[in-house]
């Protein structure tokens, strides 16, 4: 447990903002635990729960209903959930190569402020909330969610035997796109399959951009990523990721038989900032990574807003 009398701004990890609001509005006592779950840098569920309310839209478009709102609350309330147990376990796998990079060392696990065994615990208090988000659902979508956490359980391993993590990570953090769909239809089929796949893609190159803050360290201590595998080229390779992801998103809303006016401007409206963050990338100098990789919020919620307004134009007009 962090000390209760240690001032609230010196909890703050690199990658978050300084002066986060939940350390002041809270007990020093908790803090480790915030980051532990990641409430202290909301980025993670934003693009967890983002491919979620695309998949519920674009299901609500296609049967040509109202938006389902309960469904969205309980998505986000999942993402926060199932992100927070994700990146503890995973900091939890990782907290012996966690303490030998700059980045991570102080993060609750690696600097003694929290013990594996309450680490253990919180992780189960999460992911209890996440299964009763589950249960909500049909049983469709129940066994599909479930389906999602032998990914989840494997992620943290594959920085150790592949240089894709990222591809890993991508595999777990889409199924959002596939999980709005069965939540209406009870089923799967080509459009949030393709969703997915775009978002796939989406998130392979996002985390890219990510994986470069941590490249030096990495290189030290022989953890893979695909910034490392992809090295001086790692703006071409993301350039053709992104591309990969708008197209498959561009088949999605076209095999989904309602790919109106508004749909395809937050489709360009997307791929236009996903160009503006490849011309970004400097691969020498990675200072500015995390802020293109929060900025993929920004990119999410264009593409949403389209879907958003075909809902919009389709109900009223």
Known sequence: MIPTDQPASSTALPDAHPKQWLFAATPAAW?????????DRPIGWWLLVLPCWWSSLLASLVLRQPPRFLDGLLFLIGAI??????STYNDLVDRDIDAKVERTRQRPLPSGRVS?????????????IGLAVLLCFNHF???LGIASLVIVAAYPFMKRITPWPQAVLGLAFAWGALMGWAAQFGSLGASPLWLYFGTFFWIIGYDTIYALMDVSDDAIIGVKSTARLFGPHVRLCVAGLYGAAVLCLEIALLTSGRAGFWMQAGLIGFALHLAWQVARIDPEETSGALQLFRANRVAGLIFLAGLAA???QDLFF
């Not at 959930?81 to 994700?86: C, D, L, P």
């Not at 594996?116 to 209890?128: D, M, P, S």
């Open 31 to 39: 803090h480790p635990y915030i980051q532990l779950a990641r409430l």
């Open 81 to 86: 959930a199932m992100r927070g147990a994700g």
């Open 116 to 128: 594996t065994g309450a680490a253990k615990r919180f992780i189960v208090a999460q992911a209890l």
């Open 141 to 143: 979508a129940i066994g």
């Open 310 to 312: 075909q809902m919009i």
